[in-house]
């Protein structure tokens, strides 16, 4: 385990202040505001850690509200919906500054038995054959605005190996492409003996720490195949202005972060503003793990 993943571990260790009230800190950002990744899995370890630890999220449905900032700590107060038999339902409210930067409900479920089938895997290189960020980054450090962006890339995934299966959106700036991109990920380590925090009550949770870390990165790309369908490169090279909406994604399988995991992701449409990214998370042997959906602001900018 790097530094990183280590730092990262400790974003998601949240500190309880309060029965069913957690703060949590922030990290640096490649952009000047609280990276929402960050801040939906925090909320999902704030609420996980009321609820059982024999029930893992199934679902999670979230708006970004305002941009958190990144100087200021961040208050997650969960509120108890519902404890079923089968299903568990928490709604977490993110503020800071006195204000709601993030909304998030979730719903948790005991293992069930049920029908079963599922999408093929789409076909992608092994993970081992792609470039790292570190190798691929400085190709295209002529391309970014800022001379700092490379570097500020390069730290905010050091906690995650994400390896892109073609070009990045800035990477092919100016060229229209089929509206869908492919990544590898796992964590930049093992996971072993790592928890996201115990439930009350429970014992060390580290499928909740699994999903949540794969929250974390859901976030980073979803929206590359609306910036490739018009030959944009994103906001680092100055051609857009973005951020993320709202999010919604559904666990179905079990899956490890510090595994490969293929993140398979397209755009159905763009329009007044927005741009919709859907994505499938697959386990290296094929086994359809985490649906996604994010709508997101996609502006160009004028003189």
Same mark, same amino acid.
């Given at each position: 385990?790097?530094?990183?993943?280590?730092?990262?571990?400790?974003?998601?260790?949240l500190?309880?202040?309060?029965?069913?009230?957690f703060?949590?800190?922030?990290?640096?950002?490649?952009?000047?505001?609280?990276?929402?990744?960050?801040?939906?899995?925090?909320?999902?370890?704030?609420?996980?850690?009321?609820?059982?630890a024999?029930?893992?999220?199934?679902?999670l449905?979230? =708006?970004?509200? +305002?941009?958190? @900032? $990144? *100087?200021?700590?961040?208050?997650?107060?969960?509120? !108890?919906?519902?404890?079923?038999?089968?299903f568990?339902?928490?709604?977490?409210?993110?503020?800071?500054?006195?204000?709601?930067?993030?909304?998030?409900?979730a719903?948790?479920?005991?293992?069930?038995?049920?029908?079963?089938?599922?999408?093929?895997?789409p076909?992608?290189?092994?993970?081992?054959?792609?470039?790292?960020?570190a190798?691929?980054?400085?190709? =295209?450090?002529? +391309?970014?605005? @800022? $001379? *700092?962006?490379?570097?500020?890339?390069?730290?905010? !995934?050091?906690?995650?190996?994400?390896?892109?299966?073609?070009?990045?959106?800035?990477?092919?700036?100016?060229?229209?492409?089929?509206?869908?991109?492919?990544?590898?990920?796992?964590?930049?380590?093992?996971?072993?003996?790592?928890?996201?925090g115990?439930?009350?009550?429970?014992?060390?949770?580290?499928?909740?720490?699994?999903i949540?870390?794969?929250?974390?990165?859901?976030d980073?790309?979803?929206l590359?195949?609306?910036?490739?369908?018009?030959?944009?490169?994103?906001?680092?090279?100055?051609?857009?202005?973005?951020?993320?909406?709202?999010?919604?994604?559904?666990?179905?399988r079990?899956?490890?972060a510090?595994?490969?995991?293929?993140?398979?992701?397209?755009?159905?449409?763009?329009?007044?503003?927005?741009?919709?990214?859907?994505?499938?998370?697959?386990?290296?042997?094929?086994?359809?793990?985490?649906?996604?959906?994010?709508?997101g602001?996609?502006?160009?900018?004028?003189?």
């Amino acid at each position: 385990m790097n530094d990183a993943l280590r730092s990262l571990l400790d974003l998601l260790d949240l500190e309880r202040i309060e029965q069913d009230i957690f703060r949590g800190i922030s990290r640096a950002s490649v952009v000047p505001r609280v990276f929402g990744g960050q801040v939906a899995a925090q909320a999902l370890v704030a609420a996980g850690r009321t609820v059982p630890a024999d029930r893992p999220p199934h679902s999670l449905h979230a =708006y970004f509200l +305002r941009p958190g @900032d $990144p *100087g200021a700590p961040i208050v997650y107060t969960v509120d !108890r919906i519902r404890d079923g038999r089968s299903f568990t339902t928490r709604r977490v409210v993110a503020v800071q500054h006195g204000q709601p930067i993030f909304h998030l409900s979730a719903s948790f479920q005991i293992h069930e038995e049920g029908l079963e089938h599922q999408e093929p895997m789409p076909k992608a290189p092994d993970p081992l054959t792609l470039p790292t960020a570190a190798e691929m980054l400085p190709r =295209y450090a002529d +391309r970014f605005v @800022d $001379p *700092g962006v490379t570097q500020r890339l390069l730290d905010s !995934r050091a906690a995650v190996d994400l390896r892109y299966v073609d070009a990045p959106p800035y990477g092919t700036v100016g060229e229209v492409r089929e509206p869908r991109s492919q990544v590898w990920f796992r964590t930049n380590g093992s996971l072993d003996g790592a928890t996201a925090g115990a439930a009350d009550g429970a014992g060390p949770a580290r499928p909740l720490l699994d999903i949540c870390l794969v929250t974390y990165v859901s976030d980073m790309t979803l929206l590359d195949s609306v910036l490739l369908a018009h030959g944009r490169g994103g906001w680092a090279v100055g051609d857009v202005v973005g951020a993320s909406l709202d999010h919604a994604m559904w666990f179905h399988r079990p899956l490890c972060a510090d595994d490969w995991l293929l993140y398979d992701q397209e755009s159905p449409t763009a329009q007044g503003g927005r741009g919709l990214g859907k994505g499938r998370i697959f386990t290296a042997d094929g086994q359809l793990a985490v649906s996604v959906i994010q709508e997101g602001v996609i502006r160009v900018p004028r003189d």
